[in-house]
């Protein structure tokens, strides 16, 4: 009886110890307490995103004419779109020879329109390489993107740069399942069924309202595999001792960073528990490269695209941009495996032993808490890379 006494003593303390402390971080989008995820929105904000970055086709897109600028480090990078929907660029003049569609890592985060991949290599083959990146894209996006812009850049040479991470991306419908508070990230996404490849519509309209999200949630809970794989793994509730083991590693780590942490870094704490955040991503999407059916609807969809622009008799190439946190994981051979499989049916240019061959490849990426880009050292890099595989 004793004894029973002690342990319900030491559950107890563990029970409140743990609630106090997920009380302290509710300002964390990474300490998920409620449900009700229509409490997340902004009214004010959302008609914003409807207004300048929403697009049906896409989820999300980089708009015409549009200037802006990011600072990390103190050091601003600054980027501009033209009226065509391509990155800005010097060698625009010249007839357009390949054009580039894909997410961050095609977009250039993190350096100034100059120094980019493309712009490297529009100098060097004194061609004209356009961009059409966007951050976050998955492979979806990116090929959905080229179906829209296919009639407007008349180039019989395509290249898809995405990050390994795509496979978990075109599988999500709404983003912030994978990316807790990525609120307006609604997009198109994948289902692989009777081995074919669907590609599902935005499920926010273009007409749908600040009072429409409430249906769409419920609908995503339902559509999107990463509301229960992912999202309710990270949810707290009572009794909160059970979830905090349901996810231990994760949570274990963000609370030693809490109880290290200066109150007056508090305000920041989201930026200095990030590496752990995007630590857990990758390997999350190194364990789909493991599964069958992701990798079924990996490899499908990218055999649909390669057709697809066969048919349109272009030439497609595919180029893996590993994150930083992808070559410091051994768990990086499952997605390699793959790629190396699909590269002898098609054209598919894997980073990651480039990098890996390169001592001291963090010098390549920009330290930032995304996770590092490439900085201009890393575009020049993969830029020589990818030109040799052109030629």
């Given at each position: 009886?004793?004894?029973?006494?002690?342990?319900?003593?030491?559950?107890?303390?563990?029970?409140?110890?743990?609630?106090?402390?997920?009380?302290?971080?509710?300002?964390?989008?990474?300490?998920?307490?409620?449900?009700?995820?229509f409490e997340l929105f902004n009214k004010v904000k959302f008609l914003k995103f409807k207004k300048t970055n929403y697009s049906l086709q896409l989820g999300w897109d980089k708009k015409p004419n549009y200037k802006n600028f990011e600072t990390n480090k103190k050091i601003k990078t600054f980027y501009s779109i033209n009226s065509k929907g391509y990155r800005n660029s010097k060698f625009d003049k010249r007839k357009n020879a390949i054009a580039t569609f894909g997410d961050s890592y095609t977009f250039c985060r993190q350096v100034n329109d100059a120094d980019t991949w493309q712009e490297i290599i529009s100098r060097n083959k004194k061609i004209f390489v356009s961009n059409y990146g966007v951050g976050n894209y998955g492979l979806d996006?990116?090929?959905?993107?080229?179906?829209?812009?296919?009639?407007?850049?008349?180039?019989?040479?395509?290249?898809?740069?995405?990050?390994?991470?795509?496979?978990c991306r075109v599988q999500s419908s709404w983003k912030n399942y994978l990316?807790?508070?990525?609120?307006?990230?609604f997009k198109p996404y994948c289902e692989y069924k009777n081995n074919n490849i669907l590609i599902h519509p935005n499920p926010l309209k273009k007409n749908s309202t600040f009072k429409d999200i409430k249906n769409i949630i419920a609908l995503s809970k339902q559509k999107d595999r990463f509301y229960k794989d992912k999202y309710l793994k990270y949810f707290f509730k009572f009794p909160f001792i059970i979830s905090f083991f349901h996810n231990f590693t994760f949570n274990i780590n963000i609370l030693s960073k809490y109880l290290f942490v200066k109150k007056k870094e508090l305000i920041n704490f989201d930026e200095t528990v990030f590496p752990i955040?995007?630590?857990?991503?990758?390997?999350?999407?190194?364990?789909?490269?493991?599964?069958?059916?992701s990798i079924n609807l990996m490899k499908k969809l990218f055999e649909k695209i390669?057709?697809?622009?066969?048919?349109?008799?272009?030439?497609?190439?595919?180029?893996?941009?590993?994150?930083?946190?992808?070559?410091?994981?051994?768990?990086?051979?499952n997605y390699q495996n793959l790629y190396k499989g699909l590269s002898n049916k098609m054209n598919i240019i894997d980073l990651t032993n480039s990098f890996l061959q390169k001592k001291n490849f963090e010098k390549l990426f920009t330290n930032d808490k995304y996770g590092g880009h490439l900085n201009k050292k890393g575009n020049i890099f993969v830029a020589k890379i990818i030109q040799k595989k052109l030629n």
């Open positions: 009886m004793k004894s029973l006494i002690i342990i319900f003593g030491i559950y107890l303390i563990l029970e409140i110890i743990i609630f106090v402390i997920i009380r302290n971080l509710k300002f964390s989008k990474w300490i998920i307490t409620k449900n009700n995820l996006q990116a090929y959905l993107k080229f179906n829209f812009k296919f009639n407007k850049i008349n180039c019989k040479e395509i290249i898809f740069g995405i990050v390994p991470e795509t496979i990316e807790f508070g990525n609120l307006h990230g955040v995007m630590n857990a991503n990758i390997k999350l999407s190194h364990r789909l490269y493991n599964e069958t059916y390669n057709k697809d622009l066969l048919k349109k008799k272009i030439t497609c190439h595919f180029v893996i941009f590993p994150q930083l946190f992808d070559l410091k994981l051994s768990t990086r051979v």
